[in-house]
């Protein structure tokens, strides 16, 4: 049974950086996508990016609309991975959610969600 | 960009069928995605590529997909299917999420 957890800070000053770590428990991450999502209070949710990772590399894909923003990475010794958003506003004030998923598949497991808060 | 169209709300009938639709261009050319999120709680994968349900989900719930509609029905409704109801379809390794449906057992 795959479980992911999500960590980091709760409250964010605009402008700056907000960073997310999901720890992944699953023995192998090999072969898997995961994926950043978020989600606004009372809102649908938004996929953010994600990362592939076979072997030695990864690969990843953004929205378009926030690529310019967004680092992901996986740490594969420690099975963290993360997210990066830069120069954050209140319109990023969301539950940010990690997820897995598989080629072609849905996500299978989801993190619980981890609350950020953009303030001014 | 690619757009995903739902109802935003969708009544039934205790014991009564849902069926909930997800509107795009073509996407009965995509696999679709369905999940369920309750009120304080991470989404739910109910269903996977179109059609299939994960380990877990009861067969009260199915999906299908073809040409610019796919449909996830909920089959004798039950008080617990109160949920918001989202797809999700990948459209050139882009995540895309549909606008969510609030469903409602009456």
């Known amino acids: 049974q795959e479980e992911l957890q999500e960590s980091g800070p709760g409250l964010v000053k605009a402008s700056e950086t907000l960073s997310l770590t999901c720890t992944v428990s699953?023995?192998?991450?090999?072969?898997?996508?995961f994926n950043w999502i978020r989600q606004p209070a009372g809102k649908g949710l938004e996929w953010i990016g994600r990362i592939y990772y076979t072997g030695s590399s990864g690969s990843t894909n953004f929205n378009p609309s926030l690529q310019s923003r967004v680092t992901i990475s996986l740490d594969t010794s420690k099975k963290h991975l993360s997210l990066k958003l830069t120069s954050v506003t209140a319109a990023d004030t969301a539950v940010y959610y990690c997820?897995?998923?598989?080629?072609?598949?849905?996500?299978?497991?989801w993190g619980q969600g981890t609350p950020v808060t953009v303030s001014s | 960009s690619y757009e995903l169209s739902q109802p935003l709300s969708v009544s039934v009938a205790l014991g009564q069928t849902a069926r909930i639709t997800c509107g795009g261009n073509?996407?009965?050319?995509?696999?679709v995605h369905w999940y369920q999120q309750k009120p304080g709680q991470a989404p739910v994968l109910v269903i996977y590529?179109?059609?299939n349900r994960p380990s877990g989900i009861p067969e009260r719930f199915s999906g299908s997909n073809s040409e610019n509609t796919a449909t996830l029905t909920i089959s004798r409704a039950q008080a617990g299917d109160e949920a918001d109801y989202y797809c999700?379809?990948?459209?050139?390794?882009?995540?895309?999420f549909g606008t969510g449906t609030k469903v409602t057992v009456l």
């Open positions: 073509n996407i009965g050319s995509k696999n």
């Open positions: 999700q379809v990948w459209d050139t390794s882009i995540g895309v």
């Open positions: 699953d023995a192998s991450i090999d072969n898997y996508y």
């Open positions: 997820a897995r998923g598989v080629a072609g598949g849905g996500f299978d497991y």
């Open positions: 590529r179109d059609k």
